[in-house]
């Protein structure tokens, strides 16, 4: 039985990066069918970026994330802003490798997260005309349960979806940190 059988339904919904994508569908955004095939482009392009660069989880705020992003223009983006002092950089592996010593030397925290592909850093970009190709019919639906996005860090009506939509999801940050106020702000305890 699904838990909406039971009076058990979320205020609302939010996802981080790739987990955008079942909360569209859970809220109504995108169909099943839409969902996969938007889980399929995305996962075949972004793995044609495997071992192009890494990603480092840093304990510091967004405005010195961004003056190190700054500092390493064009190879080095925020990847992910979590929490106050919670993000992911990615990138270059060679900057990120110099971030991480920099900010270990100050003992602030920096590791390496494991995996192959440097998520939402300036190696997407390649991929990103493709993305909006293979998704240019794609369109969202009025939501049903409330939705936040991470790429805009608002609450999401859902007809605003279309390709370009998951050109910035692929390639942006994910403001996380953000959406959660912005559920906060409208009443989600």
């Given at each position: 039985a699904k838990l909406a059988d039971h009076g058990i339904v979320p205020a609302a919904i939010v996802g981080h990066s790739a987990g955008e994508?079942?909360?569209?569908?859970?809220?109504?955004?995108?169909?099943?069918?839409?969902?996969?095939?938007?889980?399929?482009?995305?996962?075949?392009?972004?793995?044609?970026?495997?071992?192009?660069?890494r990603m480092l989880a840093v304990g510091i705020d967004e405005a010195e994330a961004l003056q190190l992003v700054e500092a390493y223009r064009g190879r080095v983006s925020i990847g992910a802003i979590n929490g106050a002092t919670s993000l992911t950089l990615a990138g270059d592996a060679d900057a990120l490798?110099?971030?991480?010593?920099?900010?270990?030397?100050?003992?602030?925290?920096?590791?390496?997260?494991?995996?192959?592909?440097?998520?939402?850093?300036?190696?997407?970009?390649?991929?990103?005309?493709?993305?909006?190709?293979?998704?240019?019919?794609?369109?969202?639906?009025?939501?049903?349960?409330p939705h936040v996005s991470t790429v805009t860090g608002e609450l999401f009506d859902g007809r605003e979806m279309d390709a370009d939509y998951w050109r910035?999801?692929?390639?942006?940050?994910?403001?996380f940190r953000h959406a959660v106020h912005a559920l906060l702000d409208h009443g989600v305890d």
């Open positions: 994508l079942a909360a569209f569908w859970a809220s109504g955004i995108l169909t099943l069918e839409d969902a996969v095939e938007v889980t399929y482009h995305r996962s075949r392009l972004q793995q044609r970026c495997t071992d192009t660069g490798q110099a971030i991480a010593e920099a900010l270990q030397a100050r003992d602030v925290f920096a590791r390496f997260v494991r995996v192959n592909v440097p998520y939402h850093s300036p190696q997407m970009d390649p991929i990103l005309p493709e993305l909006a190709r293979c998704l240019a019919s794609l369109a969202g639906h009025p939501h049903r349960i910035r999801n692929v390639r942006e940050p994910v403001y």
